[in-house]
């Protein structure tokens, strides 16, 4: 079986999360590239201004404003995608939400709502995404997974678990696509270290104090890059940041230093200030439109 992938400016692209951070990033860096783009997030406004600002720099793109966690999501994208363009060359699931706060003290609405956007979204999309995939004779699936993809962070314990399952799901699909199917399609997880996004500001807060990231921490743009380069050169899985290759390897190998060294992040994720906004984005749109978090201790992005 030989995975063959058109390049970046031939390429029909679907970017789920497309309104913020990473999925921003990588929009923007794929219609530089050339590539006709489907943009999907649950930011509707925010969706127009980035479809609009990218058209009127030459790109062809269509946004739909969907929440990825609803039944049907996937599939109107897809058709969205279809309708404009005739195909989908790659498909990126990159909707993802968070909460910070002891497990024992989050509630089960809460936890089920942060699964059902970032596995159930993400088992959806990929199934939808392979059915054209496999109908247009090939193509790529990439899948947002994270460091904690292996490894875990404290406080952040539901996120940890769901990127887990990301995992799971995405080494078991690679399995029956490539193995059993013999099916032309590359697909890949992406596992990032923390990335200077707009994240803390729009997770589920259930701490006392304002949520951070700790450091260091790599921008958006270079998880992009890596992002579109597995959408041109068919790739397991890429690590984003020396941190996440030591965090992933400390996990397998050392477990036990690794449990000591992930305790130390608790303190490391939470800023010297209440909270801004403890309900975050984990059921309402942001609309932000922010790529950058602005580092540990910047001001919060706007909320338009």
């Not at 127009?48 to 109107?76: H, K, M, Y």
């Not at 080494?171 to 013999?182: C, G, K, S, T, Y």
């Not at 950058?292 to 706007?302: D, I, N, T």
Request: aromatic share 4%; hydrophobic share 40%.
């Amino acid at each position: 079986m030989e995975i063959k992938l058109k390049p970046l400016g031939e390429q029909v692209i679907v970017i789920t999360g497309a309104s913020s951070g990473i999925g921003l990033a990588t929009a923007e860096a794929a219609a530089e590239a050339g590539a006709k783009l489907v943009l999907a997030a649950r930011s509707g406004d925010t969706l127009a201004e980035l479809g609009a600002r990218l058209g009127t720099g030459g790109c062809q793109v269509i946004t739909v404003t969907v929440d990825v966690a609803s039944s049907g999501a996937a599939e109107e994208i897809a058709s969205a995608a279809i309708a404009r363009f005739g195909g989908i060359d790659t498909w990126i699931n990159d909707a993802a939400v968070s909460i910070y706060g002891r497990l024992d003290e989050v509630s089960e609405d809460d936890a089920r709502r942060l699964f059902d956007v970032n596995f159930w979204g993400v088992v959806q999309g990929s199934l939808v995404a392979l059915r054209h995939l496999r109908t247009g004779g090939g193509g790529a699936l990439i899948n947002l997974g994270s460091e904690v993809s292996e490894a875990v962070v404290p406080l952040q314990g539901y996120y940890s678990a769901s990127k887990h399952a990301v995992k799971g799901f995405t080494d078991a699909l690679r399995v029956e696509v490539q193995e059993l199917d013999r099916a032309p399609i590359s697909i890949t997880l992406i596992q990032p270290t923390a990335v200077d996004t707009p994240f803390p500001h729009h997770a589920r807060n259930y701490m006392d104090r304002e949520p951070k990231l700790p450091t260091p921490m790599i921008a958006p743009e270079k998880v992009a890059a890596a992002i579109l380069d597995a959408a041109t050169d068919p790739t397991r899985e890429v690590k984003v940041g020396a941190v996440s290759k030591l965090n992933t390897t400390l996990a397998k190998l050392m477990p036990n230093l690794a449990k000591k060294l992930e305790a130390k992040q608790a303190d490391r994720q939470q800023l010297d200030e209440p909270p801004r906004d403890a309900e975050g984005t984990l059921r309402k749109p942001g609309e932000s439109g922010q790529k950058r978090g602005g580092g540990a201790g910047a001001p919060a992005p706007s909320h338009r």
